[in-house]
């Protein structure tokens, strides 16, 4: 690689804190996880950082609440 080259790749490097990644499509998406609690599967709503928000009993039941908040809701295996 070129000095120029390595030089121009050097300036478009961003530097991104971990703040500011876990904060990445916080207003944009929720993540919607199966769990098994008391023998019978349930469906919890986190953030976009990760922060469980509602268990719900269905996972239509949480995608309608995900809408309803205008965000996108996204499965998480």
Excluded at 34 to 48: L, M, Q
Excluded at 56 to 74: G, K, Y
Aim: proline share 3%; no cysteine; net charge negative.
């Amino acid at each position: 690689m070129s000095d120029r080259s390595n030089q121009i790749s050097q300036q478009s490097r961003v530097e991104i804190t971990q703040q500011a990644l876990s904060n990445l499509g916080l207003n944009q998406i929720a993540f919607i996880k199966s769990v098994h609690e008391e023998g019978a599967e349930h469906f919890v709503v986190h953030s976009a950082d990760g922060t469980a928000v509602r268990l719900f009993p269905t996972r239509e039941l949480a995608e309608l609440a995900i809408r309803h908040s205008d965000l996108l809701p996204v499965s998480l295996h």
